[in-house]
T-cell receptor, first 117, second 114 residues
Framework: DAGVIQSPRHEVTEMGQEVTLRCKPISGHNSLFWYRQTMMRGLELLIYFNNNVPIDDSGMPEDRFSAKMPNASFSTLKIQPSEPRDSAVYFC???????????????FGPGTRLTVL | AQSVTQLDSHVSVSEGTPVLLRCNYSSSYSPSLFWYVQHPNKGLQLLLKYTSAATLVKGINGFEAEFKKSETSFHLTKPSAHMSDAAEYFCVVSGNQAGTALIFGKGTTLSVSS
């Protein structure tokens, strides 16, 4: 299996531009997670989907951030407009999504390093 | 509320010596606990997890961790460090009983010298 695939691996953009990050979860996994990693705040969960439905988006920082999962094999995280403080590494993870997620193993993608100038 | 504290931000060891990365947690119910490793410019990889079975959990690459409820600890150990173990290690606790969120510690950077 190819694992969780994220694209692009690196993104450099200017403040005010729209940024779209993409994720392909592991085939057969029903849960998908978006995380953000910064030096200041560490790893934070942004949003979590189960069976393509957003379950918990309480970690999404503000309305500039949005995430979609149109089907079981694809998700996007969009930032519009982007700001320098959005610079971070964004990780996507997926898991089987069993009834007890606390025992599920989350498999992480390699991340997208976003720099907003 | 659930929380996790990694007691050392940086640990340095020599190759061949034991590794100890310390983690304390706080939980209002029986938690699930995990250790993840992140090598430079890579994603996170699960080392091991505790889910209320055996208190001594063995993971990949010779790592193990012991769940101690009385001490609310879940320290990660390895008998003999290898150069390839140099990485950042995260202690993680499940955020709620449904397990819909993972709460990550701030991370411990492990350096291994020859």
């Amino acid at each position: 299996d190819a694992g969780v695939i994220q694209s692009p691996r690196h993104e450099v953009t200017e403040m005010g531009q729209e940024v779209t990050l993409r994720c392909k979860p592991i085939s057969g996994h029903n849960s998908l997670f978006w995380y953000r990693q910064t030096m200041m705040r560490g790893l934070e969960l942004l949003i979590y989907f189960n069976n393509n439905v957003p379950i918990d988006d309480s970690g999404m920082p503000e309305d500039r951030f949005s995430a979609k999962m149109p089907n079981a094999s694809f998700s996007t995280l969009k930032i519009q407009p982007s700001e320098p403080r959005d610079s971070a590494v964004y990780f996507c993870a997926s898991s089987l999504g069993t009834s007890s997620l606390s025992t599920d193993t989350q498999y992480f993608g390699p991340g997208t390093r976003l720099t907003v100038l | 509320a659930q929380s996790v504290t990694q007691l050392d931000s940086h640990v340095s060891v020599s190759e061949g010596t034991p590794v100890l990365l310390r983690c304390n947690y706080s939980s209002s119910y029986s938690p699930s606990l995990f250790w993840y490793v992140q090598h430079p410019n890579k994603g996170l990889q699960l080392l091991l997890k505790y889910t209320s079975a055996a208190t001594l959990v063995k993971g990949i690459n010779g790592f193990e961790a012991e769940f101690k409820k009385s001490e609310t600890s879940f320290h990660l150990t390895k008998p003999s460090a290898h150069m390839s173990d140099a990485a950042e290690y995260f202690c993680v606790v499940s955020g709620n009983q449904a397990g819909t969120a993972l709460i990550f510690g701030k991370g411990t950077t492990l350096s291994v010298s020859s």
